[in-house]
C-alpha cells in the first residue's frame, strides 16, 4: 500500500506545481494578485552543450518556484492527508 500512496503523493505534488505556476503566470496581470506570480528562478541560464563528433548533448534545467506554486503543493498536500 505504500508503494501506492507515493506515486499518488508524487502525482499530486507535480501537479500542484503546475497548477500553481499556471495560475502564478496568469495572476501577474491582475493587480491585486500579481503577488502570486512573485517567485525566483535558478538554473542554467544558457545550455550546457558537449559536442562529441557524432553525438550532440544538451543539458539545461531552470526551475521557478513563485508563490503560487508553494500554494499549490500545500494545497496538494492537504488533498494528500484527506485521502
Same mark, same amino acid.
Given at each position: 500500500? %505504500?508503494?501506492?500512496? #507515493?506515486?499518488? &503523493? *508524487? *502525482?499530486? &505534488?507535480?501537479?500542484?506545481?503546475?497548477? %500553481?505556476? #499556471?495560475? %502564478?503566470?496568469?495572476?501577474?496581470?491582475?493587480?491585486?494578485?500579481?503577488?502570486? %506570480? #512573485?517567485?525566483?528562478? #535558478?538554473?542554467?541560464?544558457?545550455?550546457?552543450?558537449?559536442?562529441?563528433?557524432?553525438?550532440?548533448?544538451?543539458?539545461?534545467?531552470?526551475?521557478?518556484?513563485?508563490?503560487?506554486?508553494? +500554494?499549490?503543493?500545500? +494545497?496538494?498536500?492537504?488533498?494528500?492527508?484527506?485521502?
Amino acid at each position: 500500500m %505504500g508503494y501506492k500512496n #507515493f506515486w499518488i &503523493l *508524487l *502525482l499530486l &505534488l507535480l501537479s500542484g506545481v503546475v497548477l %500553481g505556476g #499556471f495560475v %502564478g503566470d496568469l495572476a501577474q496581470t491582475v493587480p491585486w494578485l500579481s503577488w502570486l %506570480g #512573485f517567485g525566483q528562478s #535558478f538554473g542554467l541560464d544558457s545550455p550546457l552543450i558537449i559536442n562529441l563528433g557524432v553525438l550532440v548533448v544538451t543539458f539545461g534545467l531552470t526551475i521557478r518556484i513563485t508563490m503560487a506554486g508553494i +500554494l499549490g503543493v500545500v +494545497l496538494a498536500l492537504v488533498i494528500y492527508r484527506m485521502i
